[in-house]
């Protein structure tokens, strides 16, 4: 499975990685070349990525994940961005609750 990412993934993404920092800068720089390979097997929004590191340039070293987010809307829930070999490699979001959640909320609700 290879598709393009999908509109709210690119939202999301988008949302977490808007900050000045070097490491959020390059990664943000990586989602116009960024394809969903994998999805979750609970149901959930999870979806392992792939970059196309021929066309851009991996993160400088950091820790994973490289950024860790809540929602204020649900609050039940968080969202991060892990990398591999300073490329984006997954979009995790997980539940504090029983139940997976399975559509991304709205970015906005991020926070930071």
Known sequence: MTEPLPPDVTATLRALLSGSDPVSVALLAQVLHTRVVGRCGCGC????????????APAQSHGNPAVE???????TAGVMVCTEDG??????????????ISAWPDPSHIER
């Open 69 to 75: 987010a809540g929602y204020t809307d649900p609050h």
């Open 45 to 56: 929004a999870t979806v392992d990525l792939e970059v196309d590191r021929t066309a851009v």
């Open 87 to 100: 490329y984006l490699s997954l979009l995790e979001i997980y539940s504090v609750a029983d139940e997976p």
